[in-house]
RNA sequence: GCGGAUGUGGCGGAACUGGCAGACGCGCCAGACUUAGGAUCUGGUGUCUCCGACGUGCAGGUUCGAUUCCUGUCAUCCGCACCA
């Protein structure tokens, strides 16, 4: 009997897509449950074998959870604006819109034969003006409370896509995007400030269902910091105010660091008698991106400033001050203290310069090295301080310096502003217009959306403006305010923007009134279970949590944070281990396995192939496994006879597979839960025996996972309906239970025998039936028991000597 | 340097709360069916010096018992902003 899966896969998803079979219901009164993936960037190369895998994972427990008698919304869209296909179209000399809609298609059509349950209805595109009118919207609402700001400032400039980027895009001293080389620039750029919500964006991870090691990134990315303000004087008569987190070891800082752009520089620049060595180091720092100044080097440069020195408020000692490109001018106040005595990177610069090292917690030999590991301690050489704990003199020195007005204590964060601008064309135009009298005026709401204007050449024009720049017709514009001659903001906003929100979008995608209406969001918000890849889980979701709090402060949306729950999957790898990638040639794509194998076998693989959460290697192979359990699924059907009740032989081990299946599609065990369903198959071809109800049971359990193959056998086995239609199988826990069990015997923890007993059996029964086993008896002869132990269900050992 | 993870057969991977290591699948071996097999079915398959031992990166420790807990160590992968 053969199984023709090409053109049932085709049959079942024109049906499914018909009868719109998966869209969600318009029905508030139902429970709902919202799955999300993160939409995909409609890229030129089209889907690769790493895409379906979180789709599929998903799409099982969409399709679990109708079953169980859920309203589902489970949607689909597009993160289409961006940098690649703005590249293509300057390549190939047409407009990005056109590349889009093209790579969409294909994209479509790819989804489409994977046989996910996604809610076409909802598709949305960052790059449709309905969409994106709503990301100027969020944008105006942040720019009236205060939240986008401009700023100039020193950006990180990549010199080939001749734009800038955030922090956080650059990887390795490098654009994240085109690996071009990274230098530092000073714009006017918009900002976000999303570091008025670190606290929150911290406190509130306490409210979610994240891994751990997301939680530990969003953390450590925030970065929150106890420490304090610390003004010193200088010979200069101003005053340079340092951040720290160990105020106590203030008595040790006998010298200072600035960073080379510090403000302080060119104020003191008559002062300072060795300026021309100082203006060099000054040179070279700016042409080093962050990453170089911050790279692990063991020779730690600097400069110092020779004609100004430091005064330590505590002792008023006289203490030379340095500059250094390791001391960045956008965390804390661009200014340390350095305090040799307790950090090995002050040690070595301090041997290096000759200055002086002085010990103030005690414990460690800092002749030798730092005494680093000194959060415990008991202080030393510190005056006031001697004798306290570490603990004790940070509190105490800290309502010194303020009863001194010479500091205060202060939390820090290393989250920074978001870099909110980009000079390119393929992204949502900012909707504020400059007006030489009132400034920076919103674009009026009604005017929303601001659409991206048909522009000659999407190249950038090379000096830093956006290609909407040389379009003076719509760059000039009357001011909103007063009515006199303005000009529009050509810079757009960087993808993320649209990826902040989209979620919300999915609750009610047509709507024209409101991002999403609110009986929308009161139904669907949060979304249930998020999962995404490992990549996204500092930024996108750092930013977009941010979004929803601000959109929750003004009363947008009824829940504080976005995702209740977080899951990650791993990526799945070339045949060689190595990542997958175009330039190594081992690209898989799903195109040519559902040719081969069709998507129920594709499905069923991505999910086997090992642990959801780690990385596995692609296996063309393997595969043929999945293939062979689609097959031996589809020929039950010759030897499933009548009956509406489990069989006695296979009654337990069906209870115990709906256990094991429903319970890992919940854990993220889709691997073991395919190993169950294979179990069970494998126990009734050995049985050679199921009916009706079994078939229907075993049909059911795997439709999540293969859906077409399992609607199919059920039509053509008369099982009537559709299973879409169908209940969740419920199991008995009692039924789940063996009667009897196997009993390890064990001498000194070594196995000596198995017995098969009642699972009720009490332990004295076990002791016996243990000791009367005769191979357990002869190893026994002449040896002394010294303890018995029985683990009623597992094992019996003798301690014997 | 810091932070996070991972290490189990030829391969991908299982193993609840400390209790039978290797589920399930691939591959391989043997057999059946076949003109044929890169199809299907049946059986076998951790290693070795094979009536017994040894085995979860390595070395210790705790325990009656450790893949699981502890200490140290090695290797690999991922992330990073020397964060004061």
């Known amino acids: 009997m053969r199984y023709d899966f090409a ?41 690769h074998a790493g895409h379906p895998r979180p789709y599929t994972a998903l799409d099982i427990v969409a399709r679990k959870r109708r079953l169980e008698g859920y309203n589902v919304l489970y949607p689909i ?28 298609k294909r994209f479509t059509q790819q989804i489409k034969s994977l046989g996910l349950s996604f809610d076409w209805s909802r598709e949305i595109n960052t790059t449709d003006p309905n969409y994106y009118k709503w990301t100027q919207w969020i944008f105006l609402q942040m720019f009236k409370h205060g939240l986008a700001y401009k700023k100039e400032m020193a950006v990180n400039w990549c010199t080939s896509c001749k734009v800038v980027l955030a922090n956080e895009e650059v990887v390795g001293g490098r654009c994240e995007r085109c690996s071009g080389e990274v230098v530092r620039k000073v714009k006017s750029q918009w900002m976000l400030a999303i570091t008025k919500y670190a606290q929150r964006l911290l406190d509130d991870l306490d409210e979610v269902n994240y891994p751990e090691r997301v939680v530990a990134s969003q953390k450590n990315w925030i970065g929150r910091s106890e420490g304090a303000l610390v003004n010193f004087d200088t010979t200069a008569g101003d005053v340079l105010q340092i951040y720290t987190t160990r105020p106590d070891t203030l008595f040790g800082a006998t010298y200072m660091v600035m960073a080379p752009e510090h403000p302080l520089i060119e104020k003191w620049q008559n002062l300072i008698s060795n300026l021309d060595e100082v203006r060099a180091y000054q040179e070279e720092a700016a042409r080093k991106s962050d990453f170089e100044r911050t790279e692990v080097a063991k020779d730690k440069t600097g400069v110092r400033l020779m004609g100004v ?12 001050i340095f500059i250094s490109d390791y001391v960045l001018v956008s965390y804390g106040t661009g200014a340390i203290m350095a305090v040799p005595g307790h950090d090995q990177r002050d040690w070595e610069f301090a041997q290096k ?22 959060d415990h301690g008991v202080m030393v050489n510190s005056g006031m301080l001697d004798g306290l704990t570490v603990e004790e003199a940070k509190k105490k020195i800290i309502a010194w310096l303020e009863e001194q007005g010479k500091g205060e204590a202060k939390v820090n964060y290393k989250l920074r502003d978001w870099v909110f601008s980009r000079q390119r064309y393929w992204g949502e135009p900012i909707p504020i217009i400059i007006c030489p009298k009132c400034g920076y005026v919103p674009v009026d709401e009604k005017d929303l959306p601001l659409t991206l204007p048909e522009v000659e050449s999407y190249k950038p024009t090379g000096d830093g403006e956006s290609p909407l720049a040389a379009l003076e017709e719509w760059v000039n514009c009357t001011c909103p305010k007063c009515g006199g001659a303005a000009k529009r903001e050509t810079d757009t906003m960087p993808q993320w923007a649209g990826s902040s929100w989209y ?34 889980t500092t930024l996108h979701l750092l930013y977009s949590r941010f979004w929803h709090k601000f959109l929750y402060d003004i009363g947008v949306v009824p829940t504080k944070e976005p995702y209740a729950r977080r899951t990650s999957h791993g990526m799945i790898l070339g045949e060689n281990g190595e990542k997958m990638s175009k330039s190594r040639g081992n690209v898989i794509n799903p195109d040519d396995i559902i040719a ?43 030897m499933c006879v009548e009956g509406d009740a489990y069989s006695p032989k296979l009654e337990s081990s069906i209870h115990k597979t709906i256990k094991k299946v429903s319970e890992d599609i919940e854990n993220l065990k889709y691997n073991t839960a395919i190993a169950a369903l294979m179990s069970l198959l494998n126990e009734i071809y050995d049985a050679k025996q199921l009916n009706h109800a079994e078939y229907k049971t075993l049909l059911i359990l795997t439709n999540p996972f293969a859906p077409h193959v399992t609607e199919e056998a059920w039509e053509r086995m008369g099982f009537g309906g559709m299973i879409t239609d169908q209940k969740w199988p419920a199991y008995d826990e009692e039924k789940c239970k063996d009667s009897t069990v196997e009993i390890v015997v064990q001498i000194s923890g070594k196995i000596r025998a198995r017995l098969s007993v009642s699972a009720t059996a009490s332990k004295e029964e076990l002791l016996r039936l243990a000791r009367e086993n005769a191979e357990v008896a002869a190893a ?7 303890k018995e132990i029985v683990v009623p269900g597992k094992l019996v050992n003798f301690v014997a000597k």
């Open 596 to 638: 081969e194998y069709g998507a129920d076998t594709l499905r069923l693989y991505e999910m086997f192939i090992g642990d959801f959460e780690k990385a596995a290697p692609w296996s063309s192979e393997s595969i043929k496994g999945c293939k062979r359990f689609v097959e031996r699924l589809w020929n039950l059907q010759t």
């Open 353 to 374: 310069f000759n200055l002086p090292i002085v010990e103030v917690v005690k414990g460690g030999d800092i002749t030798q090295h730092a005494y680093e590991d000194c």
């Open 309 to 320: 020195n430091g005064v330590n408020p505590v002792n008023g000692k006289e203490i030379p």
């Open 780 to 786: 026994l002869e002449g040896k002394q028991i010294l």
């Open 503 to 536: 979620y919300l979008r999915y609750c009610d995608p047509h709507n024209n009134e409101a991002l999403a209406s609110r009986e929308a969001l009161e139904y669907w918000t949060p979304v249930d279970w998020y999962n995404g890849g490992m990549e996204h």
């Open 7 to 47: 053109a049932v896969e085709k049959k079942w998803q024109k049906i499914w897509e018909e009868k719109q079979v998966f869209a969600a219901k318009q029905d508030y009164t139902l429970p709902k449950f919202y799955p999300l993936i993160e939409f995909p960037y409609p890229s030129g190369q089209g889907l």
């Open 77 to 104: 869209g597009w993160d289409a604006f961006g940098l690649p296909a703005e590249n293509y179209a300057i390549k190939n000399n047409v407009h990005p819109k056109s590349v889009t809609e093209q790579n969409i």
